[in-house]
């Protein structure tokens, strides 16, 4: 099915129509006859597919290894740790007919895999010579969300979850700080998206955490994404699952233990941060295919030359590709913006008499010309790296402007009014405190930052600040 | 926790019992407190990444493009093609509580996804130019099995499912038999199991589908085992599911459609035809590690000798380790035994004095001592592909063994009371015939083989045979 980009409502008219157009237009996913869950189309997928590849390097670096728990979880397992169950009983789905008979005991699909891997570790663990423990799996979860957007919010998803165990709660905070500083880079340097390293409040952090560290990142909307998280458990789970071991000095203890995962999310927050009015635009470190050539004419020193340059790139791990359909060079020069290629060379006949091509970044929409006979690969590649630094620094510049600094209640209101984004403001510690931050618009206390105070009062008290938090209106 | 191999079961005297010794032993596989579902381990998952490793790159060399459908699949929308219903539904498992509220209509977990591609491929085929779609998904499937065993059965388990929509019947066709073909190549060049390739009787064809083409294998125990499918559809589900395109006379057509699969069942086969006594035994190729180095002692000789070895096969994509951990050599030996490492070097202080070292072969056990300053990449090399081509040759000597001729009914009873295997016999085509051959031990036809006739009668009633037929025992 041909797509137009003259589909695409304007970023600036309609964000949110904006957002589910280029999905659509880019065939990066669409809606199912199954409520709230979503099809990952080829393009989409092969995002997905990139990231899976860079992630899972970087994991098995440090020493992680894949495995593969059930899909589903038996009631009582799911109950033994309460506020994990309170955290996500609503939002269960729930098995209650299999094989054509009732089920004794309801099964629930994982919304989260905590369960079953203390489960499994149980079993597994004796003696402080098994620890640590570095596993994490790939695999689709299921949340009952009411309200769901493509890739941002669907009932079911694709993650990674990582669960660690460790004989010392040193080692386990070690992991959850080393997970989140992973997952980071890969915002910042994989998917040019800047991202800001903090830890969640008491309110927000996750149903049964000690702590929770989080990468929280701005949409070009000024709205906020928490885009990755990393967990420390201490021995919450363990305690109620009897995760025990045997330590050095010969005491019976329960490990500690970390969680961490990302989200096909990722793909929307690309979507969200960098694209624009003509479609996709994505990162040249992550976009499936680097390099789209469009020959123009049949002229076989065309048709040669493309060959030749795609030869080329492909043998340099670049991921080029000729589009040779047969349809017209407009058409395909829109299909390769929609959907994101971040180069296109377009070789034509009356260019080549003149020893000319053309390069058309898809960041900028700049058209450069150039000898036929410049180093092809050096070219395309400097072209790539400035395209992927120059997306992360639109991308900064663009989050400092939508970030802002409140020092009371009335600053919150007067920003949100105008144009929502990050807002810095410091915090007493009370719960209170954030519910009443959160009566304006929904605003939530995105993480709790290192970075230095800028004020000694709680801005929506006035007591003493403990503090400096930033804020923000979330997907 | 340490394994012994000596906790395994010897394979002649209880195969069943083996088989899950040797899943245990090796850390491929456990039982969880989910019932007929398994904990698939790092060691079990390693071996299920370098599968999908190589399979997901022929499938791609092909044109074939990942995407990935929901988990759920509703009611209604199953029971759209009749014989998919009837094929499915008795093992489906049914969700029927969402976000702590009764269903309005209950979704079953997809035992196979043709009815959520149809769904799909409905809104995003128009014109014969949309097509083919060659889509493939890597996910989990869920099948509500009495009778489980890890890896060959259990009710949740991973696949791959390729669905591809086609112009023409042609076409389509050529696409089944392409996919039964690479699944042919896969077994025979990188898991060395010899199988054998045929089409699948009325009765034991997939549900909705107008034939099933099989690859079969024959297990050490002479059961054979159904390890990969590939289905031509016709217009079936497309008819059903109102999947049209308007061909190039312009005319309003069903699209012809096929799905093929495979499954973590593999791993089962790979244990069930290489595996001995003392554990685990893999094709070099399927290996996910193929060398472990053991240095013996701690003398800086032993451990330079050792990085240095290590590093040369790295650098040459031979997958090698060295195990420094504080065990026993003799102990170390034995794991690496039993997780089926295709070669060890033994590197030991007393050998170098007088320039040796030891190379072992997981699958023979044969012990050869070498020079040290042999071209260790080479010898290697050829290592590993003599016992990937000795294993497949041991494997097919074997299932020559186990494969036989009947003329008659008691022929078939004579074997099978004897030694189950293939065996080979005249069919009739007649439905009745097949379920009285079944009556003898649940002997199943596994495939209509292309290979010349062997009589000219039906092995059971007499009457003119029609198809040359390989039967046996399944799991």
Redo the contacts between chains.
């Keep these: 099915?041909e797509k137009q980009n003259n589909k695409i409502t304007s970023r600036n008219i309609d964000f949110a129509k904006w957002y589910t157009d280029v999905v659509r237009a880019a065939n990066l996913a669409?809606y199912?006859?199954?409520k709230g869950?979503?099809?990952?189309?080829?393009n989409?997928?092969?995002i997905?597919?990139k990231m899976q590849e860079i992630l899972d390097k970087e994991f098995k670096k440090l020493g992680h290894?894949?495995?593969?728990?059930?899909?589903?979880?038996?009631e009582n397992?799911l109950n033994k740790e309460k506020d994990l169950v309170e955290g996500f009983?609503?939002?269960?789905?729930?098995?209650?007919?299999?094989?054509?008979k009732e089920l004794e005991e309801?099964?629930c699909?994982r919304p989260t895999s905590e369960t079953?891997f203390c489960?499994?570790y149980k079993?597994?663990?004796?003696s402080h010579r098994?620890l640590p423990k570095l596993?994490n799996q790939w695999?689709?979860v299921?949340r009952?969300e009411?309200e769901t957007r493509p890739f941002l919010r669907s009932?079911?998803f694709?993650w990674q979850e990582g669960h660690t165990i460790h004989a010392t709660a040193e080692e386990a905070k070690k992991e959850t700080d080393q997970m989140l500083e992973v997952y980071y880079n890969f915002f910042n340097d994989v998917l040019a998206i800047p991202s800001i390293k903090g830890r969640k409040t008491e309110k927000e952090k996750f149903a049964g955490a000690e702590y929770t560290l989080t990468n929280e990142a701005l949409m070009y909307n000024g709205v906020a994404l928490q885009s990755s998280t990393s967990h420390y458990f201490g021995q919450k789970f363990s305690s109620a699952y009897d995760v025990k071991f045997t330590s050095i000095e010969n005491k019976e203890e329960y490990v500690y233990q970390t969680s961490w995962g990302t989200t096909t999310r990722m793909i929307g927050a690309l979507i969200m941060v960098h694209s624009d009015d003509y479609g996709l635009v994505l990162p040249p470190r992550i976009a499936p295919k680097q390099v789209v050539i469009v020959p123009i004419g049949n002229n076989d020193e065309v048709i040669n030359l493309s060959n030749k340059i795609n030869k080329e790139l492909l043998e340099n791990n670049i991921t080029s590709y000729i589009d040779n359909t047969d349809k017209s060079p407009g058409f395909k020069f829109a299909e390769a913006e929609v959907n994101g290629i971040p180069v296109r060379i377009e070789i034509g006949a009356r260019d080549l008499e003149q020893n000319k091509i053309t390069f058309a970044r898809r960041d900028t929409r700049e058209k450069m010309i150039e000898n036929k006979d410049i180093n092809i690969v050096d070219y395309v590649s400097n072209l790539l790296e400035t395209i992927q630094k120059d997306m992360y620094e639109r991308a900064l510049k663009r989050r400092n402007e939508l970030t802002f600094e409140a020092h009371n209640m009335s600053d919150i209101e007067n920003i949100l009014n105008t144009q929502p984004g990050f807002i810095h403001a410091m915090w007493c510690g009370d719960e209170a405190c954030e519910l009443k931050i959160k009566e304006i618009k929904g605003c939530k206390s995105r993480c709790i930052t290192e970075e230095p105070p800028i004020d000694t009062k709680c801005v929506c008290c006035g007591k003493e600040a403990k503090h400096h938090v930033i804020w923000g209106i979330q997907y």
């Design positions: 099915m669409d199912t006859s199954v869950c979503i099809a990952i189309e080829p989409g997928y092969a997905w597919e290894v894949n495995c593969q728990m059930p899909l589903l979880i038996p397992l009983a609503p939002e269960v789905a729930w098995v209650t007919i299999g094989g054509q309801k099964l699909i079953l489960d499994y079993n597994h663990v004796k098994d596993y695999c689709n299921l009952w009411k009932r079911e694709l």
